[in-house]
């Protein structure tokens, strides 16, 4: 399947590409717009962190509750020291200077997440994760000089881009979409090197991979810094999509919300990640006129409970069957009325046939 993946991905990046141009001619002006910013750009945005986590569980066998929590990271540091920034904290960098420190931030988040966690697995590297993200949050939202407590910061518009508007709902849809498409492309080359193959590896079976040689617990928390980075790039996004940040954005229901998506969409390919962060977003968005805003939590749950039921490997395991079905050819009959099929002489004598 993933010698496969690269084509069929670069055939969706190109109808992606096409699409905000193809969508003015379905659709009347202000629905194309909001089509394009709206479900497109934020399926893509949380698509991002969410295919952090699934990068991890996908290729390491790590399944983490705080990418969110890491995602804020890298907004809350470029809120800080980002200028124009409402309530102004430090504001004494530009876009081109704060970017690249939210980016380090979340890495570093990332490495030390890796870092605590570093004997746990299953249940417990659950319970390590969501447990950092709780109080990091907690902390967060109490804190008044620095985060600006409840209310974040705001005023968080982006840079400008070649001289473009990033408000601008092309201009940002495109550079979302550019962002997943390098980190997308990067993970499919990063786990057929030798890093990425140890951390197969480790999956597997640590302790075989350690009698090979390989420290298991520096690729451990480096998978954890690749995965940090991967969710700074959606908590940049994030936050300059939602022109700011706070800290329900990074509460324990945007947690949730980031690991369903990854387990609707599949936990067997990063592709996944986007497919369950669209169809999240549609049911986020519709949900009012589909069952009932104040339902949206059974909505959500009665779709999650269907796909895992049906394909318990998420809608690209939906996919994968379908497509099998379509391809599968006829068996050939093993035997036909009144054919005898040839066999190859016995090899037995007569003494040795059974009675």
Same mark, same amino acid.
């Given at each position: 399947?993933?010698?496969? #993946?690269?084509?069929?991905?670069?055939?969706?990046?190109?109808?992606?590409? !096409?699409?905000?141009? =193809?969508?003015?001619?379905?659709?009347?002006?202000?629905? !194309?717009?909001?089509?394009?910013?709206?479900?497109?750009?934020?399926?893509?945005?949380?698509?991002?962190? #969410?295919?952090?986590?699934?990068? =991890?569980?996908?290729?390491?066998?790590?399944?983490?509750?705080?990418?969110?929590?890491? #995602?804020?990271?890298?907004?809350?540091?470029?809120?800080?020291?980002?200028?124009?920034?409402?309530?102004?904290?430090?504001?004494?960098?530009?876009?081109?200077?704060?970017?690249?420190?939210?980016?380090?931030?979340?890495?570093?988040?990332?490495?030390?997440?890796?870092?605590?966690?570093?004997?746990? @697995?299953?249940?417990?590297?659950?319970?390590?994760?969501?447990?950092?993200?709780?109080?990091?949050?907690? $902390?967060?939202?109490?804190?008044?000089?620095?985060?600006?407590?409840?209310?974040?910061?705001?005023?968080?518009?982006?840079?400008?881009?070649?001289?473009?508007? $990033?408000?601008?709902?092309?201009?940002?849809?495109?550079?979302?979409?550019?962002?997943?498409?390098?980190?997308?492309?990067?993970?499919?080359?990063?786990?057929?090197?030798?890093?990425?193959?140890?951390?197969?590896?480790?999956?597997?079976?640590?302790?075989?991979?350690?009698?090979?040689? %390989?420290?298991?617990? =520096?690729?451990?928390?480096?998978?954890?810094?690749?995965?940090?980075?991967?969710?700074?790039?959606?908590?940049?996004?994030?936050?300059?999509?939602?022109?700011?940040?706070?800290?329900?954005?990074?509460?324990?229901? !945007?947690?949730?919300?980031?690991?369903?998506?990854?387990?609707?969409?599949?936990?067997?390919?990063?592709?996944?990640?986007?497919?369950?962060?669209?169809?999240?977003?549609?049911?986020?968005? $519709?949900?009012?006129?589909? %069952?009932?805003?104040?339902?949206?939590?059974?909505?959500?749950?009665?779709? $999650?409970?269907?796909?895992?039921?049906?394909?318990?490997?998420? #809608?690209?395991?939906?996919?994968?069957r379908l497509r099998r079905l379509l391809t599968a050819q006829?068996?050939?009959?093993?035997?036909?009325?009144?054919?005898? @099929?040839? @066999?190859?002489?016995?090899?037995?004598?007569?003494?040795?046939?059974?009675?």
């Amino acid at each position: 399947m993933r010698s496969r #993946a690269a084509p069929w991905s670069l055939l969706g990046l190109a109808v992606l590409l !096409a699409l905000p141009w =193809l969508l003015p001619q379905l659709l009347p002006q202000g629905q !194309a717009q909001f089509w394009t910013a709206s479900i497109l750009g934020r399926a893509i945005v949380f698509g991002i962190i #969410a295919m952090s986590l699934t990068f =991890l569980a996908t290729y390491g066998g790590f399944v983490s509750l705080a990418q969110m929590m890491i #995602a804020g990271i890298a907004g809350y540091t470029l809120a800080i020291f980002v200028e124009g920034a409402v309530p102004r904290v430090v504001g004494l960098l530009g876009y081109g200077a704060a970017i690249p420190l939210a980016l380090l931030a979340a890495t570093a988040m990332g490495i030390l997440m890796g870092a605590i966690s570093l004997r746990s @697995r299953d249940i417990y590297l659950l319970m390590i994760t969501l447990a950092l993200g709780m109080g990091v949050f907690r $902390f967060i939202e109490t804190n008044i000089a620095w985060f600006n407590g409840y209310e974040g910061i705001r005023n968080v518009v982006g840079p400008s881009l070649f001289g473009l508007d $990033f408000r601008n709902a092309l201009v940002f849809y495109h550079a979302a979409l550019g962002t997943a498409a390098l980190l997308y492309f990067g993970i499919l080359y990063l786990v057929k090197t030798p890093f990425g193959l140890v951390l197969q590896g480790i999956r597997d079976n640590p302790r075989r991979v350690a009698a090979l040689g %390989y420290a298991v617990g =520096l690729h451990r928390i480096a998978a954890f810094g690749v995965a940090g980075f991967i969710a700074g790039c959606g908590g940049v996004l994030s936050t300059i999509y939602n022109i700011g940040i706070s800290p329900g954005s990074i509460g324990l229901g !945007a947690t949730v919300n980031i690991l369903i998506m990854s387990v609707i969409g599949g936990l067997g390919h990063p592709i996944g990640a986007f497919i369950g962060s669209l169809i999240f977003t549609v049911l986020d968005t $519709f949900a009012a006129t589909i %069952y009932d805003r104040d339902r949206f939590n059974t909505l959500i749950g009665l779709a $999650f409970l269907a796909i895992v039921l049906v394909s318990p490997d998420g #809608a690209i395991g939906v996919g994968a069957r379908l497509r099998r079905l379509l391809t599968a050819q006829p068996r050939p009959a093993s035997r036909v009325c009144g054919e005898v @099929r040839s @066999r190859p002489p016995s090899t037995r004598t007569a003494k040795e046939e059974p009675p």
